[in-house]
Each structure stands twice: as structure tokens, then as C-alpha cells.
């Protein structure tokens, strides 16, 4: 058979946009700030840009020859990247299962949206924050709750001296601070 006639996959079809998959059998937590901001970009994507997309398209179509028509091809590619992260956050936001973490406001153990300091065995002192694979920002000390740091320091109190498994060995952090948010007046 010719190549002509075959399907070519493209990878772009995907609903995979390189963000973690996750565990098996595991929830889908997210704070309900990152729900509020997730279910913003659906929206957006949906009554704003897509809209626009969908404008241009018809626009260019309507001019006649699309095989060398730019704004129609580019068009129609933007389009099928708007719907696949439409689909991709649709199905996460309907599995997000939302744990408010300033219930914990005052505590001292280890929960989903903590904010931990944490002091290595060098001395080295760094603070992460615990969130939903969605929402959590490594460039802004933010780790998923599956991460491995993460599974370490869950349930730990301040104090606690945990083993924290890794590429280079076993190391010791002991825990010096855990803060979570105060709870938002209704």
C-alpha cells in the first residue's frame, strides 16, 4: 500500500501534554486554589479563544483555496490543540478530588498543601510546598504530593528525622517548620 493512503499519527493528537500521569489508583488532589485556576483556563479556553480560533478558520475557508491557505492551516492546528487541552483538563478537573489544606492551620505534622522547611544533612535548608501533580511549580518550591520528597515528609511531625530515599543513597532531613494557609472567610 502506498504511503499516501496511510494514517499518519501524530503525536500531537495525544491528550498526554507532559504532565504526570497519575498513580495507579491514586486521587486526583488539587487545593482549591489550583482547582479555581485550572477551571479559569478551561473557561478561557472555551468562551474566549477558542471562539477567535473557530472565527478565523471560517474566515480563511471562506477565502477560497486552503492547500496553500496559512491562516487556515495554522488555524485548524490551533484549533486541534485547543480542543485536546480542553478534553485533557475536562477529564482532570471531573477526577480532582479538592482537600483544603488550611483545615491543618496550625498544626505541626505533614499534610496535602503544607508548606515544609526541611534541613538536610549538610545543613542545607529548604522549604517545599506539597500539591496536586496539576498545580505544583518546581520553579516556585512547589512538589507534587507523589513526589518522592513529598512521600518522605507526608505524615512526619516537626521534629521528626526522615529517610529519604534517592539516585545517590539513603540521606537524613530533619523537619523544622510546617505552615499551611489560614482558612479564606466565606
Known sequence: MSKAFTKETDSEDDDDTGLPALPTGGKN??????????????????????????????????????SENGDYIYGKRRLREIDRRIRFLTKRLEIAVISDPSVHFGGDQVF?????????????????????????????????????IARTLLRAHVGDVVRLSSPSGIHEIEIIRVEYPKAMPP
Open 29 to 66: 488532589y488539587i487545593t482549591p486554589s489550583g482547582y479555581a485556576r485550572i477551571r479559569g483556563e478551561l473557561l478561557d479556553l472555551i468562551d474566549n479563544e477558542r471562539p477567535k480560533v473557530v472565527d478565523v478558520v471560517h474566515w480563511a475557508a471562506s477565502n477560497g483555496d486552503r
Open 112 to 148: 496535602f498543601g503544607a508548606t515544609v522547611t526541611y534541613e538536610e544533612e549538610s545543613g542545607l535548608q529548604r522549604t517545599v510546598t506539597i500539591l496536586g501533580i496539576d498545580e505544583a511549580d518546581n520553579l516556585k518550591q512547589q512538589v507534587s504530593w507523589v513526589s518522592p
